[in-house]
Structures are given as structure tokens and as C-alpha cells.
């Protein structure tokens, strides 16, 4: 066992003079973004099957749907081609608001890997085959554990906690002069408070994060109020015809998207046949063995092909469970979006969502005058909170068609809801727009233009609105979202209608 001793009690620090706060934001000539093969360091970067042939650049991590390393968005494939998330000349940053993800984890209970590695296992059991590509399905076990994060998911969020500090470790000033500390907010699964465990390690430092910030957890299970989880008191989010609908289409998708794949390995193999399903399993093995071991034989298996198509299996379950194409996704991001709505304008916000008044209404866990907001959260609440934003160029186009990608909507699942994924809010001073506090959105390093949502905001190149003006949008936006309709309503959603997240009238 090993005891780390006080350095307190040991004293022999060496020199300690604090230097100025970084401000990499304002201050840098461009900005870091993620966006090399190094993304997902220090795992193995897999390659597809056939890949000699193929695009010798294509990156199968950055087709995993939610199970992809986040990678920077550029603001070009939103329609910014000139905007980055470098503070633009002439203003400076007053306000940052993070809403982030989870790094990445092991499955979730009961989910399709380990139901698939079961079936394998009863095959063993009464004499299963294998040759070729699949030999080494002989002697792999799963060694998955569940829910966890994993040491490369706690490193994500980690350096996340790292590059914030750098952007906007000025902001911390403000806190300094009012001798106070900073209120981040996450859920009690155990992945969650490590998740803001490990970005405060890294925004503020081991062991200097365990004084200098305040994390909040708020409860995570059925039937209790948590902006950070309102699928707990949303019922019709579990809904096949209302709130999960997209499970449904991507599954039906999915059992024609992999059949020359299929056919291919079931010759290599005797005693088990595979399905749609398992060929999903067998993709997300690949994904999540790649996120805990380093590596995963399973990457081998699939083609570019099957990695575009898995992608598209995840946007069209996203599309249609937490984002426009959902009928309760506006709902459940309510919450947020009126916790957002309340920092800005330092009014507690309403009991009317998933959000926990009791939490909501009191300085020492919702304060309103912060300088610095962090939030910890899952992915789909991520999406479920764009979507009650109406970010719509995050999914300008047409529904996805449920029967294949038509490559006609800006929606991508990978860019928006990939492990640690983060909605950033910047708050600026800028003496040469009129009015001078301005406000923009941003979405892993890409900026989210508003003037086509947003009524009073024109077209700016770098994603600036009127900060008063894009509230008072909010806070019509907000008003429009009838939460107790949308979520314990009577009515039918059906794929292939962008409802802009709100339920349909009957």
C-alpha cells in the first residue's frame, strides 16, 4: 500500500512564486485545436479492414458515434468558414459557461457487448468454430468492466480541465478579489463525480483542486429532479413511439447495413450465427476495448464502409432520441437551458423542468455571479440541451432519412455527443459592437452562428449576438417548452419530422 505523506509535514517545498494567470484565449495567435491522428492518445489508433485499398488517412475513431474521442469541429462546417474560438479583436472575455461530458467509460449495464460476449460464450459451450479473421474469437474474453470511466476517459477530462485553465485561467481573478471559490456542478454516478473530479484536478491542480473549488453533485436516480438527468422524470423518454424512437430506427437501419460484412465472417465461423445486432456489438467492442485495453481485434473486422454506416446508425439515433427529430429532447434540456437563462440574468430560475429547485435557490449551490461555470453531464443531455438552445445550424437540413445516409443534414453524432464533449458559452466586452456585451456559442472549438434562429441577431463572421438579445430569445424559447406535455403526454412520434425537440399536438 502506498501513503502519500503531507507536504505540509515535509516540508523543503523549494521556490513557489505564482506567476500571472494564463489567458490563452485573448492572448494566443491560434487557437489549440484537437484535430490530429494524436486525439486519442495513448491508445492504438485501429485501422479498417481492407485499409491498403482504401483512404489511407480514414480515422474509424472519428466514425464511433458517442463512442468517438472528441475531436475539435471546425466553425467552416457550420457556415463560419472565419470564426475560431480566439476572443475577436477588440473585445475581451467577462463570462465562460462549460457544459461538459464524461470522458470515456466502460458499457453501460447490460448492454450490447457483454450480451454478446455471452452468446459467444454459449457457443464455446457447444462447439463453436473459428478460422481467419475471427481465430482469435478461440481464446478472447471479455474483460469489460461497466459504467466506469476508463484511465484514457479520466485523462480526456482531465485535459480538458487543463486546456480551460489556459484559455480562461484569468477569469479566476475575479474570484481572488471576492475571496471566494467557484461551484462546479455534476450527478452522483460514480463516473460523473470522478469526471469533475478529474477536470477540476486538471483546471486547478492535485492537490490544490481539493481547496480551491466547491463540486456539487446532485443526486442521479428515478423520480428525482436533476437537470443533469431529466430522463429520471421525463416517462415518455423510454417510450418507443414518443422518446426513443430513434433506438428504433437505427436498429432497423442497421439490419440492412451489414450484411456483405456479416456474410463474410459468418463463413469464418461455426455454431453461432450473427445478426445486425451482433454486428453492432462487435463494432462497439471495437470501440470500447480500444477506449479500456488500447487495442481491440474487432477493429480489424470492419470495413470504412462499416464504420461509415455505424456512424450513421448512431446519427440516426441521436437525431431521433435527443435531438430536433425528438419529441421530449427540448423537454429535457429545459433544465439547463433555464439554469443558463438564470446566470445571465441572476434570477433564479422556475420549478417548471427537470432542474432541482431545492438546489436552484440558494448562492451556495447555484450561485449567480460566477465568472466561471463548469457542469458535468452525460452526452445526451448535451444534445437534449442544444436542441432547447434551437442551435439549428447544428442540424441544418432535412431529417435523416431512417433508411440510409443522403449526406443532406449538418447533423454528425461523432461532432456533437462524442466521449467529453463540451457546450461552451463565452461572455464578451466589445467596445466596437453596439451594444458592447456580446455572447456566443460554441460547440467542441466550433462557433454555432445564431442569425438564422435567433430573430434580432444579423449574421456576424465571428458568431456574435447582442447579449440582451439572444436572452430575451432564450427566454421566449424556454416559455415555449411545455415540459408536463412533452413528457407525460398522450400522443405518437414517428421518424422522419424534425419536430425542433417538442412534442407534436394531437
Request: glycine residues 8%.
Amino acid at each position: 500500500m502506498c501513503t502519500l505523506q503531507q507536504a505540509s509535514v515535509v516540508g523543503f517545498p523549494g521556490p513557489t512564486p505564482t506567476g500571472a494567470e494564463p489567458a490563452a484565449i485573448q492572448t494566443a495567435k491560434a487557437y489549440p485545436y484537437n484535430d490530429g491522428n494524436a486525439n486519442s492518445f495513448p491508445l492504438i489508433n485501429p485501422q479498417p479492414h481492407g485499409s491498403g485499398s482504401q483512404s489511407p488517412n480514414f480515422d474509424i475513431t472519428k466514425y464511433w458515434g458517442n463512442l468517438s474521442p472528441w475531436y475539435s469541429v471546425h466553425s467552416a462546417d457550420y457556415g463560419l468558414p472565419d470564426a475560431n474560438p480566439l476572443v475577436p479583436d477588440g473585445c475581451d472575455i467577462t463570462q465562460v459557461h462549460l457544459l461538459y461530458r464524461h470522458g470515456a467509460r466502460y458499457p453501460t449495464s447490460g448492454a450490447a457487448p457483454g450480451t454478446f460476449a455471452q452468446k459467444i460464450v454459449n457457443a464455446t459451450k457447444t462447439g463453436l468454430k473459428v478460422s481467419g479473421e475471427l481465430s482469435f474469437l478461440g481464446e478472447w474474453t471479455y474483460k469489460l468492466g461497466a459504467e466506469l470511466l476508463t484511465p484514457f476517459g479520466r485523462s480526456q477530462n482531465f485535459m480538458l480541465g487543463v486546456e480551460y485553465r489556459q484559455l480562461y485561467g484569468h477569469l479566476l481573478n475575479n474570484f481572488t478579489r471576492a475571496g471566494a471559490i467557484p461551484v462546479f456542478r455534476t450527478e452522483s454516478q460514480d463516473r460523473m463525480v470522478k469526471t469533475a473530479e478529474n477536470f477540476a484536478a486538471g483546471f486547478f491542480g492535485v492537490p490544490e483542486y481539493l481547496n480551491e473549488v466547491s463540486i456539487e453533485i446532485l443526486v442521479e436516480t428515478q423520480g428525482l429532479n436533476n437537470s443533469g438527468a431529466p430522463y429520471e422524470i421525463c416517462n415518455n423518454s423510454n417510450i418507443a413511439t414518443k422518446g426513443s424512437i430513434g433506438s428504433g430506427v437505427a436498429a432497423k437501419f442497421a439490419n440492412n447495413a451489414f450484411n456483405a460484412t456479416i456474410a463474410r465472417l459468418q463463413s469464418q465461423v461455426s455454431g453461432v450465427n450473427f445478426t445486425a445486432t451482433d454486428a453492432i456489438a462487435m463494432l462497439q467492442l471495437c470501440s470500447y476495448e480500444t477506449h479500456a485495453l488500447g487495442y481491440s481485434a474487432f477493429c480489424d473486422l470492419f470495413s470504412e464502409e462499416d464504420f461509415l454506416n455505424y456512424e450513421y446508425y448512431f446519427d440516426l439515433s441521436f437525431y431521433y432520441n435527443n435531438g430536433p427529430g425528438s419529441p421530449v429532447s427540448a423537454a429535457q434540456g429545459k433544465g439547463y437551458l433555464d439554469e443558463f437563462i438564470a446566470r445571465f440574468t441572476g434570477e433564479y430560475p422556475g420549478a417548471n423542468s427537470a432542474l432541482n429547485a431545492t438546489f436552484d435557490n440558494t448562492t451556495t449551490f447555484f450561485p449567480l455571479n460566477q465568472s466561471i461555470y463548469a457542469d458535468a453531464t452525460h452526452e445526451v443531455v448535451v444534445l437534449d440541451t442544444l436542441t432547447a438552445f434551437n442551435l439549428t445550424a447544428l442540424f441544418n437540413g432535412p431529417p435523416l432519412d431512417p433508411t440510409g445516409n443522403r449526406g443532406q443534414n449538418t447533423f454528425v453524432a461523432s461532432k456533437l455527443v462524442p466521449f467529453a464533449t463540451h457546450f461552451t458559452v463565452q461572455v464578451l466586452s466589445c467596445p466596437a459592437y453596439q451594444p458592447t456585451k456580446q455572447i456566443r456559442f460554441m460547440v467542441n472549438d466550433a462557433v454555432v452562428p445564431i442569425s438564422e434562429s435567433y430573430p434580432g441577431c444579423k449574421a456576424d463572421p465571428n458568431g456574435l449576438c447582442s447579449f440582451d438579445n439572444v436572452v430575451k430569445v432564450l427566454q421566449r424559447r424556454s416559455a415555449e417548452i411545455n415540459f408536463d406535455y412533452d413528457c407525460f403526454a398522450n400522443y405518437t412520434a414517428s421518424p422522419g419530422i424534425n419536430y425542433n425537440g417538442r412534442a407534436p399536438k394531437s
